[in-house]
């Protein structure tokens, strides 16, 4: 139910603009998850600490557990739904999301979302990380599953996929 403390907030979510009429300090998570239906995004700790919950935020890998969404006015949100749409005009899967397929790299899957926006990320500005590279890139995640080095070896082959076809960093 709507409340006098309520504000208007207008972002960019997947390539879209939104305009929301919100409690300003409820979590960018909440809004995407229930508002919006994107349910990609998963909700592990709430505390920042795990990485299920990591989008981009202007082209960064954030956390939205905790970021109230009053802070996102003007900005630009890409969750997993809309990381296909930075691969290229036509969007379907993003190289990584692909090279993940490939390497079988998923068990619960869980974690998935938020490493594939942090490896995404880092791929935009590195198409061809080391090892080390893409381990700090993905530190700030948890797999309790243990699918980091099938992680790791699917961030290097959507690298060489797309060097190899030429798709933009
Ligand atoms: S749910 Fe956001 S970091 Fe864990
Ligand atoms: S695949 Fe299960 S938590 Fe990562």
Do not use: K, W
């Amino acid at each position: 139910m709507p409340s006098s403390a309520d504000t208007e907030v207008v972002l960019t979510v997947n390539g879209a603009r939104v305009r929301l009429v919100t409690d300003p300090t409820r979590p960018l998570l909440s809004v995407l998850r229930e508002e919006l239906g994107l349910v990609g995004s998963r909700f592990g700790c709430g505390l920042e600490q795990c990485g299920a919950c990591m989008v981009l935020i202007d082209g960064e890998p954030e956390f939205s557990c905790a970021r109230e969404v009053a802070t996102l006015a003007g900005r630009e949100v890409v969750t997993i739904e809309g990381l296909g749409g930075l691969a290229g005009p036509g969007g379907g899967l993003h190289p990584l999301q692909q090279a993940l397929l490939d390497e079988q790299a998923g068990q619960c899957g869980y974690c998935l979302s938020g490493l594939m926006i942090s490896g995404a990320a880092l791929l935009s500005r590195n198409p061809r990380p080391s090892r080390q590279e893409i381990l700090a890139a993905l530190d700030r995640h948890l797999c309790r599953c243990g699918v980091h080095n099938r992680v790791v070896r699917a961030v290097q082959r959507a690298g060489a996929a797309m060097a190899g076809a030429g798709t933009p960093a």
